[in-house]
């Protein structure tokens, strides 16, 4: 079993470097995914949801791995060379004010338009009541792991760490932005 996980791991490693964008994409998207069948599950569904489940493997393939992508890209061009402590606290600061917020609101205004097919004045009094507490939360666990992420993961991980992260904030966003509708399924 060991030899199948290390084959498929040295795979991985050879589809990043030779494709690095398709495959962080595909990766955020299969993790995404996953995290949404768990939500589903955790929250009792009978039938999952594949309509839902692809939607948000879209959103992963489509938008978190690229934008992961470019992101780690920009933020190594913007403290180019620079080390230690104070570089990764600038880091963390920096994607704390400007990615997270972004992501959380973006995730949300997806998920009730998209995935949940709600009309624009629900989404925007459900963002209105809920981004608050969501970004919130997001503050108090993110930036651990941009801590753990810029200071111990090369480069070329750190958008798979941060999914495989993210899978997990995912199933608490998935919980609080569902509708009680989904309850239903």
Not at 88 to 101: C, D, F, G, N, W
Not at 127 to 132: G, K, N, Q
């Amino acid at each position: 079993m060991s030899e199948i996980v290390k084959e498929g791991w040295n795979k991985y490693l050879l589809q990043l470097q030779a494709h690095p964008l398709r495959t962080k994409a595909l990766t955020s998207g299969v993790l995404i995914g996953s995290s949404d069948i768990i939500a589903q599950k955790i929250t009792g569904a009978k039938r999952l949801q594949f309509r839902r489940i692809l939607l948000l493997m879209l959103y992963g393939i489509m938008y978190s791995g690229p934008f992961g992508h470019f992101f780690h890209k920009l933020m190594d061009k913007i403290f180019k060379g620079k080390k230690g402590n104070t570089t990764v606290a600038k880091k963390v600061v920096l994607e704390q004010l400007t990615s997270s917020p972004w992501n959380n609101m973006l995730f949300m205004m997806y998920y009730g338009l998209v995935v949940e097919g709600r009309p624009w004045g629900l989404v925007k009094n459900k963002v209105r009541h809920d981004y608050p507490s969501i970004q919130l939360t997001a503050w108090k666990f993110w930036p651990i792991v941009g801590y753990i992420n810029y200071q111990y993961m090369p480069i070329q991980f750190r958008v798979l760490f941060q999914s495989f992260v993210g899978s997990c904030w995912a199933i608490f966003l998935n919980l609080r932005a569902r509708s009680v509708a989904v309850k239903k399924a």
